[in-house]
């Protein structure tokens, strides 16, 4: 399964960069998700990042942070652009059912479904269960990646049901990211061989 690690939308550049750099090794891909930023703040995170030998080929960045769709990184998008779908790699947050077969449809490599449990990051915002969300992704032949409340405990439930996990204040709203990022990586695996 793969780890998505998503940074908390309240970053700056430098802690993004700081956190990314110390998380790489364990996750599969970093998402920018940082709506008050702006193209500078972006070009700035992605120089810091690839100055302390980050691997911008892990990075994806949201379609809500400014200058993401003039960057050559794959994107990913709100359910609501699912009709401006770009050219190259991209993914999409879905809600429903017929969002998850539309984003297929429009040639989406990935979607991201969620929320499964209360999501911390997000108050007020109730979970919808894994059970929902097999049923709305069922059948779909690209990746599903979960999100919302993946706390390491709760990894089991997903095993052998998608793709990937997205975690954001698990790990990048933790003081020591590197160490929430390896256990979480070590849960997967453990759940992977069992």
Known sequence: MELHVLSTGQMAPEDWARKAALVEKSADFLH??????????????????????????????????????????PLHLPETFLNQAPEGKWGISVHSREAALAAERAGASWIMAGPVFDPGSKNGVQGRGMENILKMTEGLQIPVIAVGGLTPDRLRE??????????????????????????????IRRWETS
């Open 158 to 187: 997903l095993a052998g049901k998608v793709h990937g996990a997205a975690v954001v204040s698990g790990i990048m709203g933790q003081e020591d990211p590197a160490a929430a990022a390896e256990h979480y990586r070590k849960v």
């Open 32 to 73: 920018i998700r940082e709506p008050f930023w702006n193209e500078k703040n972006l070009s700035e995170a992605l120089k810091l990042y690839e100055e302390r030998a980050g691997d911008r080929r892990k990075i994806i960045v949201n379609a809500k942070t400014a200058g993401a769709t003039k960057s050559t990184l």
